[in-house]
């Protein structure tokens, strides 16, 4: 692709010095996993977010299946989590053996809509999954409202939200628990995959950290307090994302600006294209997506023009194969359903050149002309 969707090779060329230094460093030193580098990220994160506790993962998926096992969820437990969005969201709740409960979301933002969240709430639910996507943020103080009038735990899966905040907070601690991805393609991607699970809730953040080691408390070795999981940080991975926190805010604004370009190029190809141009909440932009009724010919003519593009997502997570036991048929979730077959994502990363955003407006614009031309 001559422009292609993402470009790993930009990202790292850069900072291969670096990345070679933090290698060599952690092999001389001995020290491989959940050691001086996992700390002091932690420390970086808890500075970065304000946070109480963080407490470092493998992956954003483990980070969710953590939180989960802290908060005792299992058999006979209902977990409320979108029925648009990536799979590990719901996988981690039946993992668990507890029933995912499918919401739908708001028909313009993708996200979690809060009044289908209180009209699917059960005797059996415990906790709540708002996800942020894209760039988008879930409405928080709806879904918190809601949460606490019926006591359940706001777990805020913002995974790729880390910089985002909503009146003064920021994603991740909009709710009792949330957790941030570091898959290398994420806005502070790593060089391997890793996650931070973040709270104020003391008495979480020390379960999370012993489920995170084997069940151990940090403090004497091979005494295990739960039966845990080997979800642990290394060190090389912690020493590079700390690295690129220090710019980390250069490298949102950058994904801004291009989002920006795109903002104000699309905006008079409205209502054939349209995008969630929110402004109540500092964004960051994971990925760009747009909605089009044309999606599918849409991405054909810029893929005929070199420009790849990807679909998130192209099935709503009740109709998944891997939820047929829950028994949900087409038409349960209409808005989930409908954006599954509209929404399109187009190139966006911090080291994207100029010339290839160009190259993708110009693509978009000349494909709403020619569709013009043809109605």
Do not use: W
């Not at 470009?7 to 952690?26: H, L, M, P, S, T």
């Not at 898959?183 to 973040?198: E, N, R, S």
């Not at 929404?343 to 000349?366: F, G, K, N, R, T």
């Amino acid at each position: 692709m001559s422009v292609p969707f993402f470009n790993y090779g930009a990202r790292y060329a850069e900072e291969r010095d670096v990345i070679k230094d933090i290698v060599f460093q952690v092999g001389h030193s001995d020290n491989f996993i959940l050691k001086e580098g996992v700390a002091d990220f932690e420390q970086a994160i808890r500075a970065y977010t304000g946070a109480k506790h963080a407490i470092a993962v493998s992956n954003g998926t483990t980070a969710l299946s953590i939180i989960l096992r802290a908060l005792g969820v299992g058999p006979g437990v209902d977990v409320l989590t979108p029925a648009f969005s990536f799979i590990s969201t719901a996988s981690t709740i039946s993992l668990l053996q507890a029933r995912p409960v499918f919401v739908d979301v708001d028909p313009v933002t993708g996200m979690m809509d809060p009044a289908d969240l209180e009209a699917k709430i059960t005797p059996n639910s415990r906790v709540v999954i708002p996800t942020h996507l894209f760039s988008v943020m879930a409405n928080m103080p709806a879904i918190r409202e809601i949460a606490d009038r019926h006591q359940l735990h706001v777990l805020e899966d913002s995974a790729v939200a880390l910089g985002a905040s909503m009146n003064g907070t920021k994603a991740g601690l909009l709710g009792d628990s949330g957790l941030y991805s570091f898959f290398p393609a994420k806005p502070l991607g790593g060089i391997g995959d890793g996650g931070v699970i973040v709270t104020n809730d003391d008495e979480l953040g020390q379960r999370c950290r012993m489920l995170r080691n084997h069940g151990q408390d940090g403090i004497t070795r091979f005494l295990h307090h739960h039966l845990g999981y080997n979800h642990r940080m290394d060190e090389v991975v912690a020493r590079y994302l700390q690295h690129k926190l220090l710019r980390f805010d250069q490298l949102i604004a950058r994904r801004a600006q291009i989002a920006a370009r795109y903002n104000e190029a699309f905006a008079r190809l409205a209502p054939d294209i349209r995008v969630v141009t929110d402004d109540h909440y500092d964004r960051v932009y994971y990925t760009y997506v747009l909605q089009s009724e044309r999606r599918d010919g849409l991405q054909q003519f810029l893929h005929a023009r070199g420009i790849e593009t990807q679909i998130y997502y192209p099935l709503a997570l009740p109709l998944q194969p891997a939820f047929a036991y829950l028994g949900h048929k087409e038409g349960d979730f209409p808005h989930a359903e409908a954006l599954t077959k509209r929404s399109l994502a187009l190139p966006l990363y911090a080291e994207m050149p100029d010339e290839h955003v160009d190259l993708v407006i110009e693509a978009v614009l000349a494909h709403a002309n020619q569709v013009a031309v043809h109605v």
